[in-house]
């Protein structure tokens, strides 16, 4: 069982997909499991960054709307571009931007599914 998304080939295990989440957090500056919802008692209010949809999303359900993807990509583009090339996390990040771009232009949400 893995984390697959509507509009593109993006695909991690659940577990990838948190160590994912873990990484980009690192980047933005803050620690991931020190958050609510993720074992942790901090508010997501304190964080004002717009990677913040992607990183409080539950990873079995859901969607994030054309609005959030239009947010979140061109940050994820910000994020990723020093990553090594063969790094899976950054092909999937590539193909899930690909995804976010395409819910924009057709107004549609991003499955999370």
Known sequence: MGLDFSHCE???AY???HRFRQ???TQVGFDLNAMDGFDGTRSWDEIND???PLLNHSD???VLTPEECSLVYPRLEQLIPF???DDRDK???LWLIEGMKLCVEQNEGLEFI
């Open 23 to 25: 990484r980009l957090a």
């Open 91 to 93: 092909r999937n990040a």
């Open 83 to 85: 990553w090594n090339d």
């Open 60 to 62: 079995c359900d859901g």
């Open 50 to 52: 717009p990677i913040v």
């Open 10 to 12: 993006a695909r991690w």
């Open 15 to 17: 577990s990838g997909c």
